[in-house]
């Protein structure tokens, strides 16, 4: 991708791309509306990227996947492999692994509500793999992406040790992205990461419903 570099564009975009998920935490200190925050990404994600690279390349991430269901199934069973394999190494390891308080919501939050916050995520690690595509390789740019999207988890996952929730989150949330980005760059598509992210976060959730 070259482009060339609006750095006015770009601080504006990255600071409403943070807005989008400090309020996805804390909207309700100002509106008082159920479940109103995991929208927010979605909405500041669309603004940041389309700020900065424009409208119709905002659009174009939405197009018709290349090899769909055959990036889909790869990414999503890599992904999934990866976490079971690195899930157990965190918890042999470090004999601490907190799960994620969003599992405690009603079952129809995640069929109604997940998917909004989910494509907000999407957005947010697209925007951010997209631009420093503009001065990296992909590779680096998606390990990049991959620690970024770890750490903004940190309070998430915090399990009382900053050293060791570092370590969970970048090898659990972060290779997962890692992959999440991978096919989005392989089917030039976002609906593609954003189907990947959501099935999932949905059978972790849904095990996790299971098992309680």
């Known amino acids: 991708m070259t482009r060339q570099l ?3 564009k770009i601080i504006v ?12 935490s804390n ?19 669309t603004i940041a990227y389309s700020l900065v690279f424009g ?37 042999a390891i470090t004999h601490t692994h ?7 919501n009603p079952i129809w939050f995640f ?7 989910l494509m907000g995520e999407e957005l947010f690690s697209i925007y951010f793999y997209d631009l420093f595509k503009l001065k990296a390789s992909p590779l680096v740019a998606n390990i990049l992406v991959s620690i970024i999207f770890g750490l903004i988890h940190y309070w998430t996952y915090f399990n009382g040790s900053v050293l060791l929730t570092i370590i969970q989150v970048i090898a659990l949330q972060g290779s997962a992205r890692f992959w999440f980005n991978r096919s989005y760059e392989q089917s030039n598509s976002i609906l593609t990461s954003f189907a990947v992210h959501y099935l999932f976060d949905l059978a972790g959730f849904m095990l996790s419903f299971l098992l309680h």
């Not at 069929?111 to 916050?117: D, E, N, T």
């Open 6 to 8: 609006n750095y006015s």
């Open 13 to 24: 975009a990255t600071l409403l791309v943070g807005l989008g998920f400090y309020l996805v």
């Open 27 to 45: 909207v309700n200190h100002f509106i008082s509306i159920p479940y109103i925050g995991y929208f927010s990404l979605l909405i500041f994600g």
């Open 55 to 91: 409208f119709k390349a905002y659009e174009k991430l939405y197009q018709k996947p290349v090899q769909f269901w055959k990036n889909f199934i790869k990414y999503f069973l890599i992904a999934q492999l990866f976490s079971f394999v690195l899930g157990i190494l965190i918890v």
């Open 98 to 104: 907190k799960g994620n308080p969003a599992a405690d």
């Open 111 to 117: 069929f109604l509500i997940m998917p909004f916050a």
